[in-house]
């Protein structure tokens, strides 16, 4: 018997979808697309990414870091976007499940992601009006792109290696790369 076609999605039923299990899935041009787990590099960055920059958004108490941030470019009902991490400063409902207005995106490079999150995740987010900067940091080399919205345009900021300072003007925040990846076999061979 052959399988039913697929259906493609909205937006508000892609959010109603109770998905297959515990895995997690994105929301791509109408198709529900499932999400490999991350290796152990990019989990250790994103949770170091997560503790710094929540210690600095202590001075701005009414913004929020989340992690597996909903993010739906504005211009689309037919996707739906999983950043690693998310700001934002506007209040959250209780049920909401997308990321309202966040002014920081960040998105951990795999190398089976990286092109996608470069050429079509990076695009979409350009069009998000409150999107101040979208950082990009690599999971297998210390290595950072932090794009920054300089009124209508953009700007690029490469950071690399152990002795660079990544900066943010979102948050604000200033970290070493080295800690971000430190204990990582990466950070032993940049050394």
């Not at 937006?11 to 109603?16: E, K, N, P, Q, T």
């Not at 690693?84 to 190398?111: F, H, K, N, Y």
């Not at 950071?159 to 800690?179: H, I, M, N, Q, T």
């Amino acid at each position: 018997m052959a399988e039913p076609a697929f259906q493609r999605m909205d937006l508000a039923a892609f959010l109603r979808w109770d998905g297959d299990g515990d895995t997690r899935h994105e929301l791509i041009a109408g198709e529900p697309v499932a999400m490999a787990p991350p290796s152990r590099a990019h989990g250790i960055v994103t949770a170091r990414l997560c503790v710094v920059i929540g210690t600095a958004l202590r001075a701005r108490p009414q913004c929020t870091i989340q992690v597996e941030a909903g993010i739906a470019p504005p211009d689309r009902n037919d996707t739906c976007y999983i950043a690693d991490l998310a700001v934002s400063c506007s209040p959250p409902g209780p049920q909401e499940q997308l990321i309202r207005d966040p002014e920081l995106i960040v998105e951990i490079l795999s190398p089976s992601t990286v092109s996608w999150d470069r050429q079509h995740k990076v695009a979409d987010y350009r069009h998000i009006p409150s999107v101040r900067e979208i950082l990009l940091i690599d999971s297998q080399s210390i290595f950072a792109e932090v794009l920054r919205r300089d009124g209508e345009r953009w700007i690029t900021e490469l950071v690399r290696g152990p002795g660079a300072v990544l900066s943010l003007a979102s948050v604000p925040l200033a970290v070493a790369l080295a800690e971000l990846y430190e204990g990582l076999p990466i950070a032993a061979e940049a050394s």
